[in-house]
Every structure is written in C-alpha cells, then in structure tokens.
C-alpha cells in the first residue's frame, strides 16, 4: 500500500510558466519530504526538501510547499524551462527511520 | 561531489542465473540502499544497510540478497533470476538518517 501518491502521472506546461507537482500521503509519522528528479537512464538527484517544522522552502525556482493538516506538499517551478523536462518524485520519511517512500512520479514536459 | 557507481548499465541475463549488482560509493556514508525502479510504482526499497555487514529487508526483498563487507560497497544479488525481475535497479547511499539519498545512473536488467 503505497504511504506516498502522486496522482497525476504527467504534466505538460509551456515554457515560462508555473508547473505545480502534488503529492499526498498517509503516514502521519512522516516529519521529513523530499523531491527528486530524473532523467532517463540517470539516477534520480535530489531537487528540494522540507521538515514538517517548516511550511515553505525555497531554492531558486523550486519552491515546496507543506500542508501537515491535509497531508499534502506541492512543488512549484517557476519559470519552468525545457531542461526541467523529467520525471518527478516526491518521497517521504519519519523519525528515526532509514526507509524513504517513494511516488509512483509524475512526468513534466516543458513545451518551447 | 558525492559519487555512486554501479558496475553495470545494462545487463541481460537467463532465467535461473545468478546475478550480481555491484554499488560503490566514495563518500564514507553509513546508509545504502536498493530500489527498483518500475512505470506507474515508482520507486520500491529492496534492502538497506545502515552500516557495514548490517542489512535489512526493505519492502520488496522476496527473490534478494544483499551483501555489505566493506563501507563503500552494497551488492545486490538475485540468486535465481526470474523474468518479473526485469527492471531498473538503483543504487543509493546517504550520510546520516536525516539527508538525502544520493543515487547511482541504475542498471536496467533484462530477464529472459
């Protein structure tokens, strides 16, 4: 049963405007949220993170938001640019736990 | 920068076989990971090892082993190969419980 869900497989936006990547889960001992994001034939590298003491974290054009009471956090990218063309996954881990769980991703296309 | 190789992109072995997944990592951390990686599930933790010969089963290690005799390298070993084995397998390791996973490019595995 998957704690971590991301329910729109694809996103395509036009160059220049915002994507916004969602992603739900159920466990509600996860404390620490993570997004990754991968190319083809690459492994997945770390985008942006954010611990459940904070609501809002900020790095460039990656911004992650954190709804603890709906148990739900969003990605937005802005301005997206065709090199942000990849698969995206958002993953999640509480405690003292080893273990991150993982999205099913969700693929973006960034249309020139 | 942080490096995590795998010994192969792209295997292709026979039902029945044994088959070896190598993982190095360069960084001294603690923690190493297996996933794999398949469309619509996204990514799915096999084993972890949270420190040198320590191993435990992830959420999907039925047909797995693992073996960690040094820090820097985490084997994945499939002892008789099955074709539901194809997939893409990805290597990870981190530093500490609360940090990011740093990943290997995977090895896709063809199972025939």
């Known amino acids: 049963d998957q704690q971590v869900k991301q329910n729109s497989p694809s996103l395509s936006v036009q160059e220049g405007r915002i994507s916004i990547l969602n992603c739900d889960y159920t466990?509600?001992?996860?404390?620490?949220f993570l997004w990754y994001k991968k190319y083809p034939a690459e492994g997945p590298t770390f985008l942006i993170s954010?611990?459940?003491?904070?609501d809002k974290n900020e790095d460039g054009r990656f911004t992650v938001f954190l709804n603890k009471s709906a148990k739900h956090l969003s990605l937005h990218i802005v301005p997206s640019q065709p090199g942000d063309s990849a698969v995206y996954f958002c993953?999640?881990?509480?405690?003292?736990?080893?273990?991150?769980?993982f999205g099913a991703g969700t693929t973006v296309t960034v249309r020139a | 920068d942080v490096k995590v190789t795998q010994s192969s992109r792209y295997l292709v072995k026979r039902t029945g076989e044994k088959v070896f997944l190598e993982c190095v990592q360069d960084?001294?951390?603690?923690?190493m990971f297996w996933y794999r990686q398949d469309p619509g599930l996204g990514l799915r933790l096999i084993y972890f090892?949270?420190?040198?010969?320590?191993?435990e089963k992830g959420d999907i290690p039925e047909g797995y082993s693992v073996s960690r005799e040094k820090k820097e390298r985490f084997s994945l070993i499939l002892e008789s190969a099955s074709t539901n084995q194809t997939s893409m397998y990805l290597c990870?390791?981190?530093?500490?419980?609360?940090?990011?996973?740093?990943f290997g490019p995977g090895t896709r595995l063809t199972v025939t």
């Open positions: 990870a390791s981190r530093p500490h419980v609360v940090a990011g996973q740093y």
């Open positions: 466990n509600s001992m996860f404390d620490y």
């Open positions: 954010i611990s459940s003491i904070k």
């Open positions: 993953a999640a881990s509480g405690g003292n736990d080893y273990k991150l769980s």
């Open positions: 960084m001294d951390h603690e923690n």
């Open positions: 090892s949270y420190d040198v010969k320590m191993k």
